[in-house]
């Protein structure tokens, strides 16, 4: 009797002993203070409808990377001479908030989609000084998996609305609109994307709503300047790979294209998350001979990318054995993060400020 009761304790501490243990291991991998991913199976192993909402913000914009402080700094380094060249961080000048610069604000709006059959939504960065006096150049910005018309302009550490203001400001580009839609062009609102194929066909269907839907809209809406040259296309992740599949399939359309980290899926593969059954047969992958191409097609992407890992750099040797002209770059040390997203703008709008100083 005394040995049963004295096992039942036994029993009792391991099953505790181990439970706590379990927890910790969870803490461990799963996330960290900051809400990081830290282990590359954690993030695989979790399917679409095992995602909580905050997990499936990580995808949308990134990572979280520490936020520096948000405080109103001088900027500390001159401009420097205009170049081509590719610059993998985006300089503190820029991602800094000037006092002597008035920042742009997001607005949301909507738009009839008949692609969709639906009214649907895009967020819309507008200049601060915006006047129909004036025409601005517009950049379409893509999202990640899971993301939507907010993800950007809810992310303050990506430093979209700085980037373009401090450019602008140092005249470098013109003012810039940044208009952010909501890339999942679904049909049915109840559905949900999600790491299989079926639930990725919005995603490939947005070519459609940006194309037909959404840019006639902001053309008659806003005082835009129109045509390639003005036209400008980027994109996170799996907002990155949209942005290489609509640049191939309309390259005539965008004149200044960066895709960054780009997820898997533009050509047929597996990777931890799914099964991919490719938009585009790998020799396909290019433009065809006779295309008006972009004047700056770039891809990049951080060298420790826990997401896309190396199918970015996959997309560039294609389109190199290809033969088309790109950019591609890598920042080091860089994950799946706003690190990556600031260089991306950055080097698309000094790609374009050197091209159009020419
Ligand atoms: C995938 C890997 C990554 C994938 C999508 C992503 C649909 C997108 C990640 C992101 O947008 O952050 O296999 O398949």
């Not at 243990?21 to 830290?38: L, S, W």
């Not at 738009?111 to 969709?116: E, G």
């Not at 400001?169 to 952010?180: N, R, S």
């Not at 990318?305 to 040390?333: C, F, M, Q, R």
């Amino acid at each position: 009797m005394k040995k049963a009761y004295i096992s039942a304790i036994l029993a009792f501490l391991m099953a505790t002993l181990l439970c706590a243990c379990n927890e910790k291991v969870q803490e461990g991998t799963i996330m960290t203070a900051d809400n990081r991913v830290t282990s590359e199976e954690t993030m695989a192993e979790s399917s679409a409808s095992t995602q909580s909402e905050e997990d499936k913000g990580m995808f949308a914009t990134g990572l979280a990377t520490e936020e520096k402080s948000s405080e109103v700094q001088e900027a500390t380094e001159a401009p420097a001479e205009l170049n081509d060249e590719i610059e993998e961080r985006c300089p503190v000048t820029y991602t800094a908030k000037r006092k002597d610069v008035t920042y742009g604000e997001f607005t949301h709006g909507t738009y009839d989609s008949m692609t969709c059959g639906l009214e649907r939504g895009y967020c819309i960065l507008l200049p601060a000084d915006y006047s129909t006096d004036k025409k601005y150049p517009v950049l379409y910005l893509l999202h990640g998996i899971f993301g939507n018309e907010y993800s950007f302009s809810g992310d303050a550490s990506n430093k979209i609305k700085e980037i373009v203001g401090n450019m602008a400001a140092d005249g470098l580009i013109d003012e810039t609109i940044i208009v952010c839609p909501n890339m999942y062009a679904a049909s049915d609102p109840k559905q949900q994307p999600g790491f299989d194929a079926e639930s990725c066909l919005p995603y490939d269907n947005f070519i459609n709503d940006l194309v037909n839907d959404l840019m006639p809209h902001i053309e008659s809406t806003y005082s835009v300047l129109t045509g390639r040259e003005n036209t400008y296309l980027a994109g996170f992740s799996m907002g990155g790979r949209e942005t290489i599949f609509i640049t191939l399939q309309r390259p005539e359309l965008f004149g200044y294209v960066c895709a960054i980290s780009a997820a898997p899926g533009i050509v047929a593969t597996t990777d931890k998350f799914m099964t991919h059954p490719g938009q585009l047969a790998e020799s396909d992958v290019k433009f065809t001979d006779d295309a008006t191409t972009p004047n700056v097609f770039i891809l990049c992407c951080g060298t420790r990318d826990s997401v896309v890992g190396t199918y970015p750099k996959s997309y560039h040797e294609l389109l190199e054995a290809n033969g088309t002209d790109h950019i591609w770059y890598e920042i080091t040390g860089a994950d799946h993060d706003n690190n990556a997203i600031t260089s991306g703008l950055y080097n698309l709008f000094k790609q374009i400020a050197y091209d159009k100083a020419k």
